[in-house]
């Protein structure tokens, strides 16, 4: 379980931006963030992932309290990927991958060419592994910055908005590729997305924010609904159902 309790934060224009915000997320599931622009998705993302610190109130990690241990621990047991990601000029996929391993930094190299051959065949990257970063398309991008996420070998994977520059195409596939990494490894995801439908398909949880303050928490089906989404995004529309899959159909802004 991550828990937070208590949580406050401030940015120096916007006091208590964040205030008593409590929240549990479940280990091995995913949970997505949604909310309106300036909701304070990416803030709560940075507090819960150890970026930001919190003027008040702890996040426990299987009741650890992640502020008490280094830096370098909590980079073994979280990883981020952010919305914008900087890579250095000139590096390959394989390089940028390897970074991933910085936290363990043990000089084993065996397990860490294994571990990073693992991220690689996970983010199906094996065909471009040497060519360099700079050179990949938007897809190609965020499946790296994913794979050296995953090199860090940690139990929580944080994605803030990991899908908002790409072609629907790309999108579903990043979606499908976080999916099959929870299936598989188990993999806790707490992310960010703006798409409500694409929450509801492949979120366990969603967590709804409006003004710094959580609106709404539990599974898709049961937060998910007409009035809720006039409420915080101002959008009237209708919820329907195809195929047994709930969708969100927006008609107009009010
Ligand atoms: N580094 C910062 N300094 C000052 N204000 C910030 C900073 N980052 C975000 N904010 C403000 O905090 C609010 C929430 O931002 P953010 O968490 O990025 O929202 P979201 O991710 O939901 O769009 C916004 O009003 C934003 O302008
Ligand atoms: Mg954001």
Redesign the pocket.
């Known amino acids: 379980m991550i828990r937070c309790e208590n949580l406050s934060f401030s ?4 006091k208590n ?1 964040i205030k008593d915000l409590n929240i549990n997320i479940n280990i091995g599931k995913i949970t997505t963030i949604l ?10 993302l ?1 507090l819960l992932s150890c970026y930001n610190k919190p003027d008040n109130g702890s996040v426990y990690l299987d009741d650890i309290n992640l502020s008490n241990i280094k830096t370098k621990e909590i980079a073994k047991k979280i990883a981020t990927v952010h919305q914008e990601n900087e890579s250095p000029e000139d590096i390959s996929v394989e390089t940028l991958i390897s970074y991933g391993r910085t936290p363990h930094n043990k000089n084993n190299k065996a397990e860490d060419e294994n571990i990073i051959n693992w991220a690689i065949k996970s983010t199906s990257l094996e065909e471009i592994r040497n060519e360099k970063v700079m050179s990949l398309s938007g897809g190609q991008r965020q499946r790296a910055f994913i794979a050296m996420a995953l090199a860090q070998k940690t139990e929580v994977l944080f994605l ?1 908005e990991p899908t908002t520059y790409l072609d629907i195409y790309h999108q579903i596939e990043i979606l499908e590729m976080i999916k099959l990494l929870n299936e598989k490894y188990n993999l806790t995801i707490i992310m ?1 997305l703006h798409d409500i439908n694409q929450a509801i398909k492949y979120s366990d949880n969603i967590i709804i ?1 409006k003004e ?1 303050k959580i609106v709404e928490e539990g599974k898709p089906c049961d937060i998910i609904n007409d009035k809720t989404i006039k409420d915080v995004y101002k959008v009237e529309g209708i919820i329907c159902n195809v195929e047994e899959e709930m969708y969100f159909v927006p008609k107009s802004a009010c």
């Open positions: 940015y120096d224009k916007k931006f909310g309106p622009n300036g909701s304070g998705k990416s803030t709560l940075s803030d960010v924010m710094g």
